[in-house]
C-alpha cells in the first residue's frame, strides 16, 4: 500500500475520503484511457503516479466534482478575473 494514503495530510489537501476516492478513480481512467502523467517518476505504477500528483497539487476537484489538471488553468498567474469599470 502507498503510505501517503495512510497519512490525514492526502485527505484533508483533498477534502475528505470520499473525494478523495473519487479523486482517485478518476484520474486512474484518465491514465488508463491515454492521459500523460503529470509527474516524473521511475514507476510504472498507476496509482503511485495519481498519488504523488494530488501531493504535488497537479490534479484536483472542481466544485462539480469534476477531474481538473494544472494544465486546465489558465496560465496568467492567477488572481481576480479583471474588470472593466469604465462604463459605469
Given at each position: 500500500?502507498?503510505?501517503?494514503?495512510?497519512?490525514?495530510?492526502?485527505?484533508k489537501k483533498v477534502g475528505g475520503r470520499f473525494k478523495l476516492s473519487a479523486l482517485i478513480q478518476?484520474?486512474?481512467?484518465?491514465?488508463?484511457?491515454?492521459?500523460?502523467?503529470?509527474?516524473?517518476?521511475?514507476?510504472?505504477?498507476?496509482?503511485?503516479?495519481?498519488?504523488?500528483?494530488?501531493?504535488?497539487?497537479?490534479?484536483?476537484?472542481?466544485?462539480?466534482?469534476?477531474?481538473?489538471?494544472?494544465?486546465?488553468?489558465?496560465?496568467?498567474?492567477?488572481?481576480?478575473?479583471?474588470?472593466?469599470?469604465?462604463?459605469?
Amino acid at each position: 500500500m502507498i503510505d501517503a494514503l495512510r497519512e490525514e495530510e492526502i485527505v484533508k489537501k483533498v477534502g475528505g475520503r470520499f473525494k478523495l476516492s473519487a479523486l482517485i478513480q478518476k484520474r486512474l481512467v484518465a491514465l488508463n484511457q491515454g492521459a500523460r502523467p503529470l509527474v516524473d517518476m521511475s514507476s510504472d505504477d498507476k496509482m503511485e503516479v495519481v498519488v504523488e500528483e494530488i501531493l504535488q497539487d497537479k490534479i484536483f476537484l472542481d466544485a462539480d466534482n469534476t477531474l481538473r489538471t494544472i494544465a486546465d488553468e489558465p496560465q496568467d498567474g492567477g488572481g481576480p478575473p479583471e474588470l472593466d469599470l469604465t462604463n459605469l
